[in-house]
């Protein structure tokens, strides 16, 4: 299993600039999970899915910030327009019901 | 909102002592995950507690959960240099799905 794979790892991009994060989770986990981490705020919760339904985007900041997940192999975290204040470690997600999650590498986001 | 929190924030030890860190909450726990995340990677999952007072052990760490399952902890004896890194605690916050990260606690070891 080559378990969750985001792309890209590393983003550099200029302010007001759309950025489009990608995912695809494990094959077979109903729960898909997008975690921004920062050293001021940690591990926060932006969105998360069951069977490609979003359940929770209250941890979403504002509306420069989507998700969506067309099927069960592929999700996308899209901000537009970025700022600099978006700057952070992006995590993509996904578990069987209520199991553990399994990370993938992360995106490396910032934003000059 | 729950809050999850962990202290000590940061420790820096010496290969051989032992360190603990406390995972503390307002609010009863469902269950408590662990997870450590090595420094440039992500978080991996470490272990479940699911009752009250569940002490596992997985060779030098030692999790335990409170009787009241308001708080947790995570022990390693004698660290070593592989332990460095940061770790969570997480908690199932209201449904059983989603998943609320502690603010972590940074270990670093040295010879």
């Known amino acids: 299993d080559a378990g969750v794979i985001q792309s890209p790892r590393h983003e550099v991009t200029e302010m007001g600039q759309e950025v489009t994060l990608r995912c695809k989770p494990i094959?077979?986990?109903?729960?898909l999970f997008w975690y921004r981490q920062t050293m001021m705020r940690g591990l926060e919760l932006l969105i998360y899915f069951n069977n490609n339904v979003p359940i929770d985007d209250s941890g979403m900041p504002e509306d420069r910030f989507s998700a969506k997940m067309p099927n069960a192999s592929f999700s996308t975290l899209k901000i537009q327009p970025s700022e600099p204040r978006d700057s952070a470690v992006y995590f993509c997600a996904s578990s069987f019901f209520a199991s553990p999650l399994h990370f993938g590498n992360g995106t490396r986001l910032t934003v000059t | 909102g729950q809050q999850v929190m962990q202290i000590p924030q940061y420790q820096h030890v010496q290969e051989g002592e032992d360190f603990t860190t406390y995972c503390n909450s307002s609010?009863?726990?469902?269950?408590i995950q662990w997870y450590k995340q090595r420094p440039g990677g992500h978080p991996v999952f470490l272990i479940q507690l699911v009752k009250s007072g569940e002490v596992k052990k997985q060779k030098r760490l030692t999790f335990q959960f409170g009787e009241a399952k308001k708080n947790s902890s995570l022990h390693i004896t004698a660290t070593q240099t592989t332990d460095v890194g940061t770790y969570f605690c997480?908690?199932?916050?209201?449904?059983?799905?989603?998943?609320?990260f502690g603010t972590g606690t940074r270990l670093q070891v040295t010879l």
């Open positions: 609010t009863t726990l469902s269950n």
């Open positions: 094959s077979g986990h109903d729960y």
């Open positions: 997480a908690d199932y916050t209201g449904t059983a799905s989603k998943l609320t």
